[in-house]
């Protein structure tokens, strides 16, 4: 009788990845739209832990590696305190990479409408993301945006912005890296670059 051997799979597993957010709503629903829209949200979990520093969050991504292929955390540089323990932190773990905007995740949104170095700090009683929001807020369609709120900013950039901002992020961030002052920019495309790996077949090996 003839015997037939199973076949390899043609392809591997889509990993199983976490997305710790620093903030409960904007950022957080942000990045929910977005894996929607690459239509990775089955392989990918996305919370916020009840930590809002740097360091505790890291924290908690290390301690959930042995469930999960790769971990982010999305963080505003902002004014933290344990910003750059929270650096070292990650660096030594083997799963978990940081997603930092300077000053905050509203920076991404601002590349919506074009390129910027602006730098922003405090100022008074304004924090710098106070202010970079203010700036955000000048933009059809973000009058009434506030941090923290749950609206989906995502479905409404979509498209041609969102493509801009993809295109000039990357530019934005080599330049922050070579002046070595990284006030502002943001890595969060990179996590949707991953986000649009996973939603095409992995070839295995």
Same mark, same amino acid.
């Not at 990045?31 to 505790?56: M, N, Q, W």
């Not at 305190?81 to 978990?96: G, P, Y």
């Given at each position: 009788?003839?015997?037939?051997?199973?076949?390899?799979?043609?392809?591997?597993?889509?990993?199983?990845?976490?997305?710790?957010?620093?903030?409960?709503?904007?950022?957080?629903?942000?990045?929910?739209?977005?894996?929607?829209?690459?239509?990775?949200?089955?392989?990918?979990?996305?919370?916020?832990?009840?930590?809002?520093?740097?360091?505790?969050?890291?924290?908690?991504?290390?301690?959930?590696?042995?469930?999960?292929?790769?971990?982010?955390?999305?963080?505003?540089?902002?004014?933290?305190?344990?910003?750059?323990?929270?650096?070292?932190?990650?660096? =030594?773990?083997?799963? /978990?990479?940081?997603?930092?905007?300077?000053?905050?995740?509203?920076?991404? &949104? #601002?590349?919506? +409408?074009?390129?910027?170095?602006?730098?922003?700090?405090?100022?008074?009683?304004?924090?710098?993301?106070?202010?970079?929001?203010?700036?955000?807020?000048?933009?059809?369609?973000?009058?009434?945006?506030?941090?923290?709120?749950?609206?989906?900013?995502?479905?409404?950039?979509?498209?041609?912005?969102?493509?801009?901002?993809?295109?000039?992020?990357?530019?934005?961030? =080599?330049?922050?890296? /070579?002046?070595?002052?990284?006030?502002?920019?943001?890595?969060?495309?990179? &996590? #949707?670059?991953? +986000?649009?790996?996973?939603?095409?077949?992995?070839?295995?090996?």
């Amino acid at each position: 009788m003839a015997r037939f051997e199973r076949s390899k799979p043609r392809f591997k597993p889509q990993p199983k990845v976490l997305v710790i957010c620093e903030d409960t709503k904007s950022g957080k629903r942000y990045l929910e739209d977005a894996s929607l829209y690459f239509r990775v949200k089955v392989s990918v979990e996305i919370i916020h832990c009840g930590k809002t520093d740097p360091k505790g969050i890291v924290k908690e991504a290390i301690s959930r590696q042995k469930k999960f292929d790769h971990i982010f955390c999305a963080i505003d540089r902002d004014t933290h305190q344990n910003f750059d323990e929270a650096l070292i932190l990650a660096k =030594a773990a083997e799963k /978990v990479d940081i997603i930092v905007s300077y000053p905050c995740f509203e920076f991404w &949104l #601002l590349l919506h +409408f074009g390129y910027s170095r602006k730098p922003y700090a405090g100022a008074g009683k304004h924090s710098a993301a106070d202010l970079l929001i203010k700036d955000l807020c000048t933009y059809p369609g973000l009058e009434n945006y506030e941090k923290g709120k749950d609206l989906s900013i995502f479905k409404l950039l979509l498209g041609k912005r969102f493509d801009e901002a993809r295109r000039i992020a990357p530019k934005v961030l =080599a330049e922050a890296m /070579v002046s070595e002052e990284m006030n502002p920019s943001t890595r969060l495309h990179e &996590l #949707l670059d991953f +986000f649009e790996k996973l939603s095409l077949p992995q070839e295995a090996l």
